[in-house]
C-alpha cells in the first residue's frame, strides 16, 4: 500500500512530499520502544553482553562488568538496579542500559548497543530515556580511556569529564558528569 502511494506522489510531480515521506520511511524503520527489562529478557540481555565484551573487551575494566560473569551475577543486578532496553519493531532487544540512583546521583553503569545496530542513535535514547526517569540530579557514567569513542559520544550529550582514576588493573578510567535538568 505504502509503494502504491509513493508512486502516486511521484507521479504528481509531488517531489517535495515525495522526498519528506522517503526520509519518514528511512527512519521509520529504527523506530524502537524503550522500556523496563523483564525477568524474561534476562538470557537476551546476557547474550548481547557477552558479544560486546568480545568485541571490546577493554569494557571489563569497569565495576559493572567486572560483577556480570554470569547469567545468575545479571539476575542479582536485574533485582538491584534499573534497567530499561531498546526493542525493535520486530520485537528484538537491540540494546540496554542499566543504572542506580545513590545520595542524589544517578550513576549509569552500561549502556550497551548491538554491534549491528551501532551509530543508530539507539545508545543517545537509552541514556535520555534514563535522564528523563531521574530528571533533577546529577549524573555520571565511566568509559576506559582507550576508548575514545565513547568519551566522544558522552561529550556529544553535555557530559564533563569530572576525574580520572586508574582502576585495579592500572587502566585509566574517566568519570564524566553532567547534571540533568528538571523537567
Known amino acids: 500500500y505504502l509503494k502504491k502511494l509513493l508512486l502516486y506522489i511521484y507521479s504528481r510531480n509531488?517531489?517535495?512530499?515525495?522526498?519528506?515521506?522517503?526520509?519518514?520511511l528511512k527512519f521509520w524503520r529504527y523506530v524502537m520502544i524503550i522500556t523496563n527489562i523483564d525477568i524474561n529478557d534476562l538470557e537476551s540481555?546476557?547474550?548481547?553482553?557477552?558479544?560486546v565484551f568480545k568485541e571490546e573487551p577493554?569494557?571489563?575494566?569497569?565495576?559493572?562488568?567486572?560483577?556480570?560473569?554470569?547469567?545468575?551475577?545479571?539476575?542479582?543486578?536485574?533485582?538491584?538496579?534499573?534497567?530499561?532496553k531498546a526493542v525493535d519493531d520486530d520485537g528484538s532487544i537491540s540494546g540496554l542500559i542499566c543504572a542506580s540512583e545513590n545520595n542524589?546521583?544517578?550513576?549509569?553503569?552500561?549502556?550497551?548497543?548491538?554491534?549491528?545496530?551501532?551509530?543508530?542513535?539507539?545508545?543517545?535514547?537509552?541514556?535520555?530515556?534514563v535522564e528523563h526517569l531521574y530528571s533533577g540530579i546529577r549524573c555520571e557514567i565511566q568509559t576506559p580511556e582507550t576508548m575514545p569513542k565513547n568519551s566522544a559520544f558522552y561529550e556529544?550529550?553535555?557530559?564533563?569529564?569530572?576525574?580520572?582514576?586508574?582502576?585495579?588493573?592500572?587502566?585509566?578510567i574517566i568519570t564524566f558528569a553532567k547534571l540533568i535538568e528538571a523537567h
Open 14 to 24: 509531488c517531489e517535495l512530499v515525495y522526498t519528506v515521506l522517503l526520509y519518514i
Open 45 to 51: 540481555i546476557f547474550s548481547i553482553q557477552e558479544s
Open 58 to 84: 577493554l569494557l571489563t575494566g569497569l565495576e559493572y562488568f567486572k560483577h556480570i560473569t554470569s547469567r545468575d551475577d545479571l539476575k542479582v543486578y536485574f533485582e538491584k538496579y534499573d534497567f530499561l
Open 104 to 129: 542524589n546521583t544517578l550513576y549509569i553503569m552500561a549502556v550497551v548497543v548491538k554491534k549491528e545496530k551501532r551509530n543508530k542513535g539507539i545508545g543517545r535514547k537509552l541514556v535520555f530515556a
Open 156 to 172: 556529544s550529550m553535555g557530559y564533563s569529564i569530572y576525574k580520572k582514576e586508574n582502576n585495579a588493573n592500572g587502566e585509566q
